[in-house]
């Protein structure tokens, strides 16, 4: 689940956080604590649930987003979480849609064993998503989020208020598109496989533990960079 201003907004963080890079900061200094540790699950879904938030934190970083904390520790609602502000500039929202998405991505891969750098991957609606996406068309803008598929699609109608469904599903085809380029660069697949090993190992991370991982896979990176090196564009 990403990120902490939006919908549910689980960290209590205000949607001001995102407004400057000032107030995402101030975030940390709120002394916001994480989740306390609960029982253990199941490895290979503690595993997918660590790569789900691990490709939040990451591309959240790559975005220029400050972190408060990631955790794998569930909770009521959700079996992890990225706490994190992000300053609006532009493409704010082409990457938020990016970010929204990847989580599940990741997740959804490292589950099934899948390394994108060597096998070539697609993501399609399927019957559930376009329900969602028909849902939230016909009551919009949707505030209260339930998943990063529903914060994605609120994205792309903020950005085109006037997307009619069709159009709001083409752009989230393409985003979905970009999401699995993403995935395959390099250095960001190795940046979220060393933040997941972390998280994994010891449950919660802040952005200082996550920063450095981050660096030493991309140096350098910015998520938007990424975006038009790969020669990926929305189009919203």
């Known amino acids: ?68 904390y990631a955790t794998i520790i569930p909770s ?19 990457t938020r849609i990016i970010i929204s998405l990847a989580g599940e991505a990741a997740g959804d891969l490292a589950q099934k064993g899948i390394d994108p750098i060597v096998t070539p991957i697609r993501f399609t609606c399927e019957e559930t998503s376009r329900a969602i996406l028909t849902g939230l068309m016909k009551h919009k803008p949707h505030k209260t989020c339930e998943n990063d598929f529903c914060e994605a699609v609120n994205y792309i109608i903020e950005r085109r208020p006037d997307a009619t469904l069709g159009s709001a599903r083409g752009d989230l085809v393409r985003a979905q598109d970009a999401v699995c380029t993403i995935l395959r660069d390099p250095g960001v697949w190795g940046a979220i496989n060393g933040v997941a090993r972390k998280l994994f190992g010891q449950s919660t991370c802040s952005d200082s533990e996550i920063r450095p991982i981050v660096a030493e896979h991309a140096p350098g990176a910015d998520l938007l960079t990424l975006m038009r090196r790969h020669r990926l564009s929305l189009r919203l």
């Open 1 to 68: 689940m990403s990120p902490c201003e939006h919908c549910r907004r689980p960290c209590g963080a205000s949607a001001d956080a995102a407004n400057s890079e000032t107030a995402a900061r101030a975030v940390l200094a709120d002394g916001i604590n994480p989740p306390q540790a609960k029982p253990s699950e199941d490895s290979a879904a503690r595993w997918g649930t660590a790569m789900h938030e691990a490709a939040h934190a990451v591309l959240a970083i790559l975005a220029g987003g400050v972190i408060d």
């Open 76 to 94: 009521e609602g959700y079996r992890g979480i990225v706490c994190w502000g992000q300053a609006k500039r532009p493409g704010y929202l082409e």
